[in-house]
């Protein structure tokens, strides 16, 4: 049955109202007159405003999983940065630091060397420069390795000096290395010289009371000595050349039990914390130092009566 010959009109007994052609023009024409209104006249505007402003809480509610998400991303990302940028601060912070201290390190290096230099012109022995490398493993002893040996010509019994003044005796010497024995070892002993009265005594290193300094023994108790006076070598061992500054008198205690005087000093030079010193030819084996020629008394010849 073809579909042209159906009845389109509807029964009698629904209610007639107009077409759905009808509708749709008229819809369509309403649409086209919005349209235009709206867009020469603005009419949909506060429609629109109303309608927005109804529509932003749940706009914001839908919203929200999106905007945790991603400001938990960027939390954890600016965590990440953070984190990143504190370790590259701590790295650099430890490297200027080191810096900072390799610097203070080289200027007190550098302060040294002029002193030692100050004093190398002022002695008249021969001299090289060397470099402490470590302390002895002895702990009974109190001796430092330097850099210099047989290679280089050092002779056992070399003084062996610092910037400030005497800080030891080479003991022993290897092929490429030497030994230095403090002036505070126990078993060292220098002659010195007090600056302020010319007397002379032998300085002897740590005792068993106080560590890390000198004693000057076998002086009388009655002996002119006080606490601040200059001690330097002697130069009567044929060892030290004189006028070395070896220690100052820290302290001197009198007793009237005893013929003999203690006084402690303090050695002169760094003996914990050197880093450069100066090996010098003993006096006896130099030929630069010019030593005293001792005088020989000129006995008178008594002439004898002719016969």
Known sequence: MPLGTLDRTPPPFFRQGPSALSKLMLFSAMALFLMVADARFQVAKPLRVALASAL????????QPVAWVQSGGKYFESLQTAQTAEESARQKLGALSQRANQVDQLALENIRLRKLLELRERVSASAQA???LYDAADPYTRKVIIDKGMVDNIAPGSPVLDEAGVLGQVTRVYPAVSEVTLVIDRDQ???????????RGVAFGESAARAGTLELRFMSANADVQAGDLLTTSGVDGVYPPGLPVAKVEKVERRVDSAFARIYCTPLALVDGTGYVMVLKPVAADPAVARPVPEVPVVPVKKGKSK
């Open 56 to 63: 932003y809480p749940l706009q914001w509610l839908a919203m």
């Open 130 to 132: 060397a470099r402490v």
């Open 189 to 199: 002993a220098i002659p010195v010289l007090n600056a302020r009265t010319g007397a």
